[in-house]
């Protein structure tokens, strides 16, 4: 399989057909669920992606998620850029749990690990 192609990592049998649920869905499902969360900023791309595109490297758009599905297992990455003033391990558990109804509720995956990196945080808008 070639490296930029994304495998599915989920399929389901039913009397006619199967059904398989792609990587990006289950990101995709992490990271709104994830904004959801009252505090989250929003989703970073990491160190790594911010410093490549300010060197002007192209590099597809990241979403601050990674899932990791293995035999209808599920492990979640999610670097995340809060809003200054809130509590960041009780925001963080909050999202840990949001992400885990949303995934579970959406594709039936079991959801086993869902790891929280802060990667920031907004400060508010200074008023002149």
Same mark, same amino acid.
């Given at each position: 399989? &070639?490296e930029n192609? /994304?495998?599915?990592?989920?399929?389901?049998?039913?009397? =006619?057909?199967?059904?398989? !649920?792609a990587?990006?869905?289950?990101?995709m499902?992490?990271?709104?669920a994830a904004?959801?969360v009252e505090?989250?900023?929003g989703?970073?791309?990491?160190?790594?992606s911010?410093?490549?595109?300010?060197?002007?490297v192209r590099?597809?758009? &990241?979403?601050?998620? /990674?899932?990791?599905?293995?035999d209808?297992?599920?492990r =979640?990455d999610?670097?995340v !850029?809060?809003d200054?003033g809130y509590?960041?391990?009780?925001t963080s558990?909050?999202?840990?749990?949001?992400?885990?109804?949303a995934i579970?509720n959406?594709t039936?995956?079991?959801?086993?690990?869902?790891?929280i990196?802060?990667?920031?945080i907004?400060?508010p808008? /200074?008023?002149n």
């Amino acid at each position: 399989m &070639a490296e930029n192609e /994304k495998k599915d990592n989920k399929e389901t049998k039913k009397e =006619i057909g199967t059904v398989r !649920i792609a990587d990006d869905v289950v990101e995709m499902i992490a990271e709104y669920a994830a904004k959801e969360v009252e505090g989250v900023a929003g989703m970073s791309a990491g160190s790594t992606s911010n410093f490549l595109s300010k060197a002007g490297v192209r590099m597809p758009a &990241a979403r601050g998620v /990674k899932a990791e599905v293995q035999d209808g297992n599920v492990r =979640i990455d999610a670097a995340v !850029i809060m809003d200054y003033g809130y509590n960041i391990p009780a925001t963080s558990s909050k999202v840990q749990a949001r992400i885990k109804q949303a995934i579970e509720n959406m594709t039936g995956l079991n959801v086993t690990d869902v790891n929280i990196r802060i990667e920031g945080i907004r400060m508010p808008a /200074k008023e002149n």
